[in-house]
């Protein structure tokens, strides 16, 4: 009889905590489920199972200030984190409190002595997931400084036949790489509900680069009616400087292992000269003699 009355009891918990978090219905989960099957990892199963519901309903309990708030929503956006800044802090510590217990358990029920290492995981996997964000903004960051030459020379040169800067925007889009894509969008969005200045104002401090921070400039003065040509053309030269310093430092990455593959090979051409020197010498004496 009690065991009914806990089951019930858990069931009615469980309906009246799906609708306060807003999650859907069993039968529509399942639906979903079913319909994409095939695309989930086993990292998927938990995350989209276990994590984020226990997140739904963390989420609202934690505070934020208003101003972190913001920059952690617009930081999570451009990352394509699907998150709120709540969400995001309660992920980090159910991950953690998670890695706490399971090692926890374990280690009280192998190594006794060892149970302070629980801690010490549960700290580092609580940055790990707390930095995240700021992980993917770096490899985005890589990824738009090596796009940002193509995007510049577009929307400069583009400039010499179209004066519609939107539509440069809009048409760049067709070819835009992931890096530039989110940030364009908002752009355009901005720039068609608000003011010019305004929307690529807030595009250089997003992206935060010094060409964008010319680019944006120049586009401002030249929708102003000022004439940009010579601006936009120093930063066109500038793009092949560019070019030539991003591809310098992916091949400064790679000298140590050039440097393994080049030890044997010198080795090899070293003895192999040595050894036709030894030949002929070898050969002159012997007709010497």
């Known amino acids: 009889m009690r065991l009914v009355v806990f089951v019930l009891l858990a069931a009615g918990i469980y309906v009246v905590a799906c ?5 859907p219905p069993a039968s529509t989960g399942k639906g979903v489920r079913i319909a994409v099957k095939k695309d989930y ?26 101003h972190k708030k913001k920059r952690m929503a617009m930081q999570l956006a451009r990352a394509g984190m699907n998150f709120t ?31 302070f290492l629980s801690v010490i995981l549960a700290v580092v996997v609580f940055f790990h997931f707390h930095g995240e964000v700021k992980d993917r903004l770096k490899e985005k960051d890589k990824l738009i400084e090596s796009e940002l030459p193509k995007f510049i020379r577009a929307i400069a040169q583009g400039l010499k036949t179209e004066k519609d800067i939107i539509k440069l925007l809009e048409t760049y889009l067709s070819i835009s790489g992931e890096g530039l894509k989110y940030d364009i969008e908002v752009l355009v969005i901005d720039l068609k509900s608000g003011n010019f200045e305004e929307g690529f104002t807030a595009f250089d401090k997003r992206i935060g680069n010094a060409y964008v921070s010319r680019l944006s400039k120049a586009l401002i003065s030249a929708e102003n009616g000022d004439n940009q040509d010579s601006s936009l053309n120093y930063l066109i030269s500038d793009m092949a400087t560019l070019v030539k310093e991003v591809m310098q430092r992916e091949l400064n990455k790679r000298p140590g ?21 030894g030949m002929n010498l070898f050969s002159s004496l012997s007709g010497i003699m």
């Open 19 to 23: 609708e306060l978090v807003g999650l």
């Open 85 to 115: 800044p709540q969400e995001y802090y309660a992920r980090s510590a159910i991950m953690s409190i998670t890695a706490f217990l399971l090692s926890f358990l374990l280690l009280s029920a192998t190594v006794k002595n060892m149970k």
């Open 257 to 277: 292992r050039v440097k393994m593959l080049v030890i044997p090979i010198v080795v090899t051409a070293v003895a192999a000269l040595f050894y036709v020197i």
């Open 41 to 66: 990892s086993f990292y998927d199963v938990l995350n989209i199972y276990f994590v984020l519901p226990v997140v739904k309903l963390i989420s609202p309990f934690i505070r934020v200030e208003e």
